[in-house]
Every structure is written in structure tokens, then in C-alpha cells.
């Protein structure tokens, strides 16, 4: 994860928000992820989520697992807690990290790889367990991180740049949160600011287990074979002196489209994505019709994007478990050993 640090200077005219911090106050690193990756979209949605809320860095957890996607919180709210965790481990922390102390905001970032192929059985668990949080999992459909294989996301016949061939279907990660009981489920594209920052802000407030899949093309592995700045069509016709990478800077891809609309995204290497933005009149508040939904635009080839599914009455981890109201690293003496009358109270219950 990188540490580098932005340069300090900043325009003294720029605008504060309620608690007198700038944008500039909740940014974190330099990124050291691909020019154009939509990864970084991601993490300039969360700053400008997080500084048009007034959210105080401090009382924010960013909790992260492994791969591209697990780079993200570097990137954002600098002043913030933070723990990179394992492999596929990050709910395990972030459900410790919640009940030690649920004051907090939580913000977990995974991706395709981490959360539904090495963390797919963490990952439920954490949904059914209705964790205070908000969980975004950065999908790309490929591990960018050990070089572009298929991920568990891509869809069926999905190609990696060496013609790779996904035979299988694919886990749909929205459908699978609002299976096992996520109360908040989203999807959005990172190049669609105008959506993804709403709900954020959604999700970042929502009471119980928020969940968004955020759709981000890795533009280092969309280039193709046939690709003049491709890495097969350089090593075949070039001397090779020394082994070297090399990532061409990209375009960011942004869009912007209407509510009940189709939208054709051209990504890099040329394939198409469909992207379908829920209508105004759709109910989110019905768990059926939200799978329906999903199910009917996958047979089209296209995305559902938007507010899926939500349900504000659904009860959160320390309301199932009757947790203590302060934080565990508040508790006193008092607190943790009450005396014989009470332990002898709690016995009681038992019999």
C-alpha cells in the first residue's frame, strides 16, 4: 500500500463545509494504480461524499483485504482509522472492529477476487450477521493484481486478453447480498459520479449491512492482442534488453444518463458494457421485485444500476444482540465487573 504523500499546498480561497474542512482534508495518497483506472473514481466519489456530509475523518473506519481494490482506502480521507487486513478477511476485522466500538463509521472496500472467490464464505457471513456498515466492492471481473485472469464476477463467455473464456456463470454479487439479508443493496459505475456519490451518502447513513457493487473497468487488462501498445504485440516484435512493465495512460471513463434509461459504455479494448438505471416509479422497498429486476436486465445483457433493494426497519447486529450502548474502549472498571448482585442477575436468566 502506498504512502506517498500529496504536495500541501492548496488554493487558501477553498470552500469549507459545515465543520471547516476542504475536499482536500479527507484525500489520502498519491494513487499508484493505473492512469485511468476506475478505481480512483471510486475513491474521489468517497471524498466528496464523505466532505459534502460534514463527516469528521476521525470517527471513520476504512477496513480493506487484498488486490487492486484493497488499495483504495490509501487514497481517501487520510486522517481516518484504517487496517488492511488478509486476504478475503476483511469482514472478520471489520465485525470485530464494530462491535468493539459502533460509533463509528465503517467502511469496508474489497473487490471481486476478495469478496467472492477467496472471501465469498466471509463475505455472507457478514451480510447475514447485519453488520453496521457500508461494504463496496470494487468489480472488475478480472484479478488485476496477479495479472487479468477471470474473476467469479465475469459473466459467461467473458474474455480475458489472452482469449480466456469464462465458462461459467457468474456470481452476482447484489442478487447474493439481498439473498442473505443485506438491508441497503446498490450498484452503480465508477465512471457515473452523478449516481455512485448519492449512494454513497445513502449507504455511509444507512442503519445495518449497506452493500454496493460498483462496476470499474480495469484498463490494463481490457487491451487485447491485436492492441500495437498491446504487451503480447511488443514482446513478439521488440528486443527485450530488460524486463520492464508498461501501462499506457488511459482516458478516464465517465457517463451520465436518465432514470429508466440504457446506456452503451465502449471500454477500452473496444467491448461494450449495458448499463439499465432503475426507473423512478421502481419500488426498492420490495425484496421480490428487486431480484426480479436484476435477473430480468441480466437476460438482456445489461446492468442494473441504482437503489436495488432497502429496508430502514431491519434490526443491525447490536440491536439482535442487545450489545452495551458505550464502545468497548470506553467501558470502565464499573462497567466490566458490576458485582456479585448483578453476575448473580445475569445467572438468573439462565435457569
Excluded at 229 to 251: A, C
Amino acid at each position: 500500500m502506498s504512502y506517498i504523500s500529496k504536495p500541501k499546498f492548496q488554493h487558501p480561497d477553498l470552500e469549507e463545509n459545515e465543520i471547516g474542512l476542504t475536499r482536500r482534508d479527507y484525500e489520502g495518497t498519491l494513487t499508484t494504480l493505473c492512469g485511468g483506472c476506475g478505481h480512483d473514481s471510486i475513491s474521489a466519489a468517497i471524498i466528496q461524499a464523505a466532505a459534502e456530509m460534514s463527516l469528521e475523518p476521525h470517527n471513520v473506519a476504512k477496513i480493506s483485504g487484498i488486490g487492486c481494490s484493497s488499495k483504495i482506502p490509501s487514497y481517501f480521507l487520510s486522517k481516518s482509522h484504517g487496517f488492511n487486513s488478509v486476504h478475503g478477511r476483511m469482514p472478520s476485522v471489520a465485525t470485530g472492529a464494530n462491535l468493539a466500538n459502533k460509533d463509528l463509521y465503517y467502511v469496508g472496500i474489497s473487490g471481486d477476487g476478495d469478496s467472492a472467490s477467496i472471501g465469498l464464505g466471509q463475505f455472507c457471513h457478514i451480510v447475514r450477521r447485519r453488520i453496521n456498515m457500508l461494504y463496496i466492492v470494487a468489480n472488475n471481473g478480472t484479478y488485476g493484481l496477479t495479472k487479468g485472469q477471470l474473476s467469479a464476477t465475469a459473466d459467461l463467455g467473458s474474455k480475458t486478453k489472452s482469449g480466456e473464456e469464462s465458462l461459467y456463470d457468474n456470481i452476482d454479487m447484489a442478487t447474493l447480498a439481498i439473498e442473505l439479508g443485506a438491508s441497503f443493496v446498490a450498484r452503480s459505475f465508477s465512471g457515473d459520479k452523478q449516481q455512485l456519490i448519492p449512494l454513497l451518502q445513502a449507504g455511509l447513513t444507512h442503519k445495518g449491512f449497506a452493500f454496493i457493487d460498483v462496476i470499474s473497468p480495469c484498463v490494463t487488462f481490457n487491451n487485447t492482442d491485436f492492441s500495437t501498445h498491446g504487451y503480447k504485440n511488443t514482446w513478439e516484435n521488440y528486443i527485450s534488453l530488460s524486463q520492464v512493465d508498461f501501462v499506457p495512460m488511459r482516458k478516464e471513463i465517465t457517463t451520465s444518463y436518465e432514470p429508466g434509461k440504457e446506456k452503451e459504455i465502449t471500454l477500452h479494448d473496444g467491448s461494450v458494457i449495458h448499463l439499465h438505471k432503475t426507473e423512478t416509479n421502481y419500488d426498492p422497498y420490495d425484496k421480490e421485485n428487486a431480484l426480479h429486476h436484476i435477473n430480468q436486465h441480466k437476460k438482456k445483457g445489461e446492468i442494473a444500476t441504482g437503489l436495488l433493494y432497502i429496508n430502514q426497519s431491519a434490526s443491525d447486529l447490536h440491536e439482535l444482540q442487545d450489545t452495551v450502548d458505550k464502545p468497548f474502549n470506553r467501558l470502565n472498571n464499573h462497567d466490566l465487573c458490576p458485582g456479585n448482585k448483578v453476575l448473580r442477575g445475569i445467572n438468573e436468566t439462565f435457569r
